[in-house]
């Protein structure tokens, strides 16, 4: 496999260059470019060409979202469809996360998670997948199941893929299934439920409730509530 090219564009000197630090230990990740403001990064994105863009949201001349847009455009006029955005951000508001994807972002990385996970998101979107943050994944679940306004959406069209089950998961289902009660719990955790609304509304105690959610996330392999539902629904466990 070839390596993957990056364009860093990020205004703080010191995270610019530890993430460059961090991807270049991976001998399957070059960065080829960095800049630190909208200007000059639009226009290296132009002339770089490179697989994928890391783009900071708070850039000092012009917000990373425009400049997403601004190169979407660059990209429609010219037919370059070869370098996909992934936006890195603290700001997990709707506002932010719904402007990102309307504008062409590819994917959606939240800066205080590792820097393996990064990796990981980088490779996912260079691929052709959509890396949602499990920070803002509800958002985008919500979008998806009422679809964005339309002067929200964007005017080439875009479908955004979380994290579906891989074969090996899919394996661990078919030996571990799910309970009919887990599957009811499941469905409540997509329905943004807590454990102890869960349980009011099964008449069960929140300790069964626990073990439940705990037998959940082994069998679908997911860190945490959000990653369940999103694999959940991605996997049509959940309609």
């Known amino acids: 496999m070839s390596e993957i090219t990056i364009v860093l564009i990020e205004d703080h000197d010191l ?22 403001n909208a200007s000059k990064g639009l226009k290296l994105l132009e002339t770089a060409k490179p697989d994928v863009a890391v783009v900071d949201i708070g850039l000092p001349d ?25 936006v890195l951000t603290m700001d997990h508001t709707e506002d932010a996360v719904l402007a990102a994807f309307a ?10 998670t590792s820097i393996d996970k990064l990796t990981e998101a980088i490779q996912a979107t260079h691929g052709g997948n959509s ?12 979008q998806m199941r009422q679809g964005l306004p339309n002067n929200q959406l964007s005017e080439q069209p875009k479908t955004v893929k979380i994290e579906a089950l891989p074969s090996e998961y899919e ?6 299934p799910l309970t009919q009660r887990e599957l009811e719990i499941l469905e409540l955790i997509v329905a ?18 626990k073990t439940h959610v705990r037998n959940i996330l082994n069998k ?16 049509g466990l959940v309609a």
């Open 15 to 36: 995270t610019r260059m530890g993430l460059k630090a961090a991807l270049q230990s991976n001998n399957m990740l070059k960065v080829i470019g960095e800049a630190a």
């Open 62 to 86: 012009m917000d990373g979202i425009e400049l997403t847009r601004k190169f979407r455009e660059y990209q429609a006029e010219t037919g370059e469809s070869q370098t996909k955005i992934l």
């Open 103 to 112: 504008a062409g972002a590819d994917s959606y990385y939240m800066k205080d």
């Open 131 to 142: 890396w949602i943050d499990p920070a803002i994944a509800n958002v985008v679940l919500q």
């Open 171 to 176: 394996q661990v289902l078919e030996t571990y």
């Open 192 to 209: 943004g439920c807590s454990n102890g609304q869960i349980a009011e509304k099964l008449y069960i105690t929140v300790g069964t409730v």
């Open 220 to 235: 679908l392999c997911a860190d945490d509530r959000t990653q369940a539902a999103v694999r959940a629904l991605r996997s």
